[in-house]
Every structure is written in structure tokens, then in C-alpha cells.
């Protein structure tokens, strides 16, 4: 009977601990909106972009954009006032991380000539091991903001993104950034006209092809394209943290900000994420799943 009774007894471990059924995932048209926050109370509208081209300049650094990058959430609509509040992915990928490279890398960044001897040595190491590449990506720091109106009219900031531009490699180390939370680079993003300050001229933005599918239910802008010209950006903070303790901190920073010319006034900036943007009703999104 023994081998009976331990027969039952895993029989009804397994029914006690069986694996939870999978989560269902929005399909066909839908499945870009796998991170729309559904659940959240209110959330009527889910939101997909990817910028697959464009550029991103703080003064006479240029950083083009050749890798995609995906921003993502749902929108709450006070039926009310038409307000829109952006809310993040469900897994908290609202803005992806994605890496750009800096044209000229650590040679432009970091002239070896700004630094004292230890730090000289320190940056030539790098030099003759070939290590002189530096990324660039952006990263939020606080919620984005929406305006579909805006989005589609062309007379305000459709899509506001608070980010930071985080520049890394070996040298520099991970805590390198221009802007933060508390004095963040605000790009107020629109597909119309803007009107900055001197000496930044005028540029378009663009709504793009949109194409109404799915019975009104979903809209995608193909070949869209949103700009800013007109914020400004902090000085750079952390960079070179990981060398020698952070010794010589301070004087990377000052190095970096000398060659970006850091602080960067409105009026010296430029911001153009061309890519697509879809945009579903929540219930069309939990309807396919």
C-alpha cells in the first residue's frame, strides 16, 4: 500500500502547486500593445511608437539616431476637460534604453590634454586598448505627457518626454549623465511648426500617413515625424566615478562640459524622432488577446 499512498500524496502536490495558466497577450494588429497597462483603472487607449531615424544634438554635437527606439503606455481620458494622462508600460519599459553612438567617441568627449598626468595615463590606457567608443541613450525620469489633439493638429507638444541622455563607456563609467529627475531635459515633442530662440531656425514636424484599421479601432501615423528645437540642457554630473574612486570626478565633468558645451541654453538644441506611432482603443487591445 505504501507505493499507492505515495502515488496519491504526489498527485495532489501536483494539483496543489500546478503552474498558473500563462498570461494572454494582445494579437494580429494588436500585438505591438503587449504592455499596454489594461488593468489599470481608467486607461482607455493604448500607445505604441518606434523612432527608427532622426537625430538628437546638444550644440554642436550630433548623435544620430540608427538604432530603434520604442516608447510605450496606455492613456487615461477625462472625458470632462479632454485631458490625456500618459500611463507607463506594464512592465516598466515605458521609454527603451537603447544606445546610440557618439560620432567621435572618447577622442572628442575627452581630450587627453584637459587632464593632469595620473589621469593622462589613465585615458591613454583606454586609447591603446581601443577602447573609445561612447553611447548615448535617453532614459526618463518622469512620466511623459500626451496630447493626441496636438498630436494631430500640429499646434502644441503632442508627446512631452523628461529625460536624461546618459553617456557611457569604460571610462566615463555608468554614472554619467546630462540632466536628472530634479533638472530633467524636457523634450516637448510636436508635428508642427516650432519657434525657438536664436540661433535655432524654425523646423516641421510631421503627422504623417495614418491609416484608420480595425474597424476605427486602431490608428497608425506611418512615416511620422515629431521635433523640438527649443529646450535646453544641464550640465553633465558623475562622469568617471568608477575612476580611482571618483578622485578625479569633478574634473571629468568639467571636461565633458567643456567639450559639449555644457551648459546648452534653449535656442542651441535639437531634438527629431521620425519612426511610427500607433495608437488603440484599451478594449479593441483586450479584445484580440
Do not use: W
Not at 598626468?117 to 589613465?122: A, D, M, R, T, V
Request: glycine share 12%.
Amino acid at each position: 500500500m505504501a507505493p499507492l499512498l505515495a502515488v496519491a500524496a504526489v498527485s495532489l502536490l501536483m494539483l496543489g502547486f500546478s503552474a498558473p495558466a500563462l498570461a494572454s497577450k494582445p494579437t494580429g494588429k494588436f500585438a505591438n500593445f503587449s504592455q499596454c497597462p489594461t488593468k489599470v483603472s481608467g486607461v482607455g487607449y493604448c500607445v505604441f511608437g518606434q523612432t527608427s531615424s532622426g537625430e538628437f544634438v546638444i550644440k554642436k554635437t550630433t548623435v544620430p539616431i540608427t538604432k530603434t527606439i520604442t516608447l510605450q503606455g496606455g492613456i487615461i481620458l477625462n472625458e470632462t476637460t479632454g485631458a490625456e494622462t500618459f500611463v507607463n508600460a506594464a512592465n516598466g519599459e515605458t521609454l527603451s534604453k537603447t544606445p546610440e553612438a557618439v560620432p567621435g567617441g572618447l577622442l572628442k568627449i575627452l581630450p587627453p590634454e584637459f587632464f593632469p598626468e595620473p589621469l593622462k595615463k589613465i585615458f591613454n590606457e583606454f586609447i591603446e586598448k581601443g577602447i573609445t567608443g561612447v553611447n548615448a541613450s535617453t532614459e526618463l525620469v518622469g512620466t511623459p505627457g500626451i496630447s493626441r489633439l496636438n498630436l494631430i493638429s500640429g499646434a502644441g507638444p503632442g508627446i512631452i518626454l523628461p529625460v536624461r541622455v546618459h553617456l557611457e563607456n569604460s571610462f566615463l563609467g555608468s554614472g554619467c549623465y546630462v540632466g536628472s529627475k530634479a533638472h530633467p531635459v524636457n523634450l516637448e515633442l510636436t508635428t508642427g511648426t516650432t519657434s525657438p530662440p536664436l540661433p535655432n531656425e524654425s523646423i516641421k514636424g510631421s503627422l504623417g500617413e495614418p491609416e484608420v484599421i480595425e474597424e476605427g479601432t486602431l490608428l497608425i501615423l506611418k512615416k511620422n515625424s515629431l521635433v523640438n528645437n527649443t529646450f535646453s540642457a544641464p550640465v553633465a554630473e558623475g562622469c568617471g566615478s568608477q575612476i580611482l574612486f571618483g578622485l578625479f570626478t569633478g574634473l571629468i565633468d568639467s571636461a565633458v562640459n567643456s567639450e559639449l558645451e555644457l551648459p546648452s541654453v534653449s535656442g542651441n538644441n535639437t531634438a527629431k524622432l521620425d519612426g511610427t506611432l500607433e495608437n488603440a482603443t484599451a478594449a479593441a487591445v483586450i479584445k484580440s488577446e
